[in-house]
C-alpha cells in the first residue's frame, strides 16, 4: 500500500502528471477548461468536431453511405459477399479527436483516453448492441504485442460495460501478425487468415457474442474473430468499435 504512495507510478499509470492531476479538469484535446460537472474532458468545440456515426448506413458492416439521401440498407459489397457477422457498428468516424484519442492511447499508452473512448461507447447504438449480446469478447492481441504495448485496448474498452459479461479469452490469437497498417483490403485479409482460435467452444455455444475493438477499417480481423466464433457454435457476431473509417 505504502508504495502506492511512494512517487508517482499511480498517476503515470492514468496517463496524468502530478501537475494535472491537481489543476482544474481540462479538454484531453484542446487545453481549455472543462467545467466539473462534464461528463468527460472534452469541451465543446472539440466535440463538435465529431463525426457520429448516423443513418442512412449498411445494416450490416455499418459503412455510411456518401450519399446522405436514403434510408438504411445492406451495401453492395455486403450483398455479394455477406460477412460473417450480423452487424458491425461504431460509434464514430476515424478523424480528429476521436482518431487522436485511438492512437494517443493505444501508442503512447495516455490512459487518460480511456473513460473518453468508453464513453463514446456507450452511445445509444452501442448501448442496443450491447443488450443484444450475451458476451462481450474483446479482439486479442498476441502476447507479444501485449508485452509491448503493456495492455490490451479492446479489453479497456469493453469494461465500459461492467454489467456485461466479458469473455476475455473468448478469441485468442494463435499467431504473430504483422500491423495491419499501410496494407490494402487483400493484404489485411491474408495477414489475419487463421490467425485466431476459441479455445472453449462451450463457452460460446448457442450465444450472442459481441465483438470490442478500437477500430474498424476493412473489417478484416472483425470478420475472421466472427468466422471462427461462429465455427464453434456462437448463435450470433456482432461488432463494436470506437471508430470506423471513413464512408463507402
Ligand atoms: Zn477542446
Ligand atoms: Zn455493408
Known amino acids: 500500500m505504502l508504495a502506492e504512495f511512494n512517487g508517482n507510478g499511480w498517476l503515470k499509470r492514468l496517463g496524468l502528471t502530478v501537475l494535472e492531476f491537481f489543476l482544474p479538469r481540462m479538454c484531453l ?10 461528463a468527460v474532458a472534452v469541451c465543446p468545440e472539440c466535440e463538435a468536431q465529431i463525426q457520429w456515426v448516423a443513418s442512412p448506413l449498411c445494416t450490416c458492416c455499418g459503412v455510411l453511405f456518401a ?3 436514403g434510408a438504411d440498407r445492406v451495401c453492395g459489397a455486403c450483398q455479394a459477399d455477406p460477412p460473417p457477422f450480423s452487424r458491425a457498428r461504431a460509434a464514430a468516424l476515424y478523424d480528429g479527436p476521436v482518431a487522436q484519442a485511438i492512437t494517443r492511447f493505444k501508442f503512447s499508452r495516455q490512459l487518460a483516453f480511456l473513460p473518453v473512448m468508453q464513453h463514446w461507447l ?25 508485452k509491448n504495448r503493456g495492455f490490451n485496448q479492446s479489453l479497456f474498452l469493453a469494461r465500459a460495460f461492467p454489467e456485461a459479461p466479458v469473455a476475455r479469452e473468448a478469441v485468442v490469437r494463435t ?10 483490403p487483400k493484404q489485411r485479409q491474408d495477414n489475419v487468415k487463421g490467425a485466431f482460435a476459441v479455445t472453449d467452444p462451450a463457452r460460446v455455444k448457442g450465444k450472442s457474442v459481441l465483438l470490442i475493438d478500437d477500430l474498424f477499417t476493412t473489417g478484416a480481423t472483425a470478420k475472421e474473430c466472427a468466422r471462427v466464433l461462429r465455427r464453434a457454435g456462437a448463435r450470433r457476431v456482432e461488432v463494436l468499435t470506437v471508430a470506423r473509417v471513413e464512408y463507402d
Not at 125 to 139: F, K, Y
Open 67 to 69: 450519399s446522405r439521401d
Open 122 to 146: 456507450k452511445r445509444p447504438l452501442g448501448l442496443e448492441l450491447v443488450a443484444a449480446a450475451d458476451l462481450l469478447a474483446p479482439v486479442p492481441l498476441h502476447p507479444k504485442r501485449i
Open 175 to 184: 499467431r504473430h501478425t504483422a500491423p495491419q497498417v499501410g496494407l490494402n
Open 29 to 38: 484535446f484542446c487545453g481549455v477548461a472543462v467545467g466539473e460537472a462534464a
